[in-house]
């Protein structure tokens, strides 16, 4: 049983335009979503956060959306550069302290030049 | 770079061996969890713990599997009698509170642990 669902494995943007991930989740008990980016290698690393009380959080080309009656958020990562090319992971918890996170699969992002 | 350390990077047990995987939190951390990604999956949890005590193993596999934070020194995960089933990367991660928008979790590079 997946809380967290990422239903696209992948994403391909061109360089400069908007990148959009997605995240859908099933338990109305999370109220702390974030957004972790993972390349090869290397653990995953904390990109932005939101809490059930906001709808959206901003920091530099990164926003997060949430829709709590959907139970869907998103990211925005504009605009996309080569660099952002990573697996991209939602997480949630029941919890403001975040500690036992509910990961999705991860989406692939690919920003071509 | 003070990050969270793991080590090893790459560990290879036969199975029925043990295996012992380490984590330095980042300077300043005291909260430390496990989490374990099999193949094609997400991070799943494992544990969290804070020094000396395990404050949350509701991931944890009931048997075989344990771990500490001890005052001194690394955390330790720890898995007996390994099967191949066990074969995961394991991501260790700390913060300096018990997590949320105050204090997020800084995740280290990872443990893959390949039973054969």
């Known amino acids: 049983d997946q809380q967290v669902k990422q239903n696209s494995p992948s994403l391909s943007v061109q360089e400069g335009r908007i990148s959009i991930l997605n995240c859908d989740y099933t338990n109305s008990m999370f109220d702390y979503f974030l957004w972790y980016k993972k390349y090869p290698a290397e653990g995953p690393t904390f990109l932005i956060s939101?809490?059930?009380?906001?709808d959206k959080n901003e920091d530099g080309r990164f926003t997060v959306f949430l829709n709590k009656s959907a139970k869907h958020l998103s990211l925005h990562i504009v605009p996309s550069q080569p660099g952002d090319s990573a697996v991209y992971f939602c997480a949630a918890s029941e919890n403001q302290a975040g500690t036992a996170l509910i990961f999705g699969k991860g989406t692939t992002l690919s920003v071509s030049s | 770079n003070a990050g969270v350390m793991q080590n090893p990077r790459h560990l290879v047990r036969r199975r029925g061996q043990e295996a012992r995987l380490r984590c330095s939190p980042m300077?300043?951390?005291?909260?430390v969890y496990w989490y374990r990604q099999l193949p094609e999956e997400g991070l799943k949890f494992m544990v969290y713990?804070?020094?000396?005590?395990?404050?949350?193993e509701s991931g944890m596999p009931k048997e075989r599997f344990s771990a500490e934070f001890p005052k001194e020194g690394p955390s330790i995960l720890r898995i007996q009698q390994v099967v191949r089933g066990d074969s995961a990367a394991y991501f260790c991660?700390?913060?300096?509170?018990?997590?949320?928008?105050?204090?997020?979790?800084?995740f280290g590079n990872g443990t893959r642990l390949t039973v054969t």
């Open positions: 300077k300043g951390h005291s909260h």
């Open positions: 991660a700390s913060s300096k509170g018990q997590g949320g928008s105050n204090s997020p979790l800084h």
């Open positions: 939101i809490s059930s009380i906001k």
């Open positions: 713990l804070q020094k000396e005590n395990i404050i949350d």
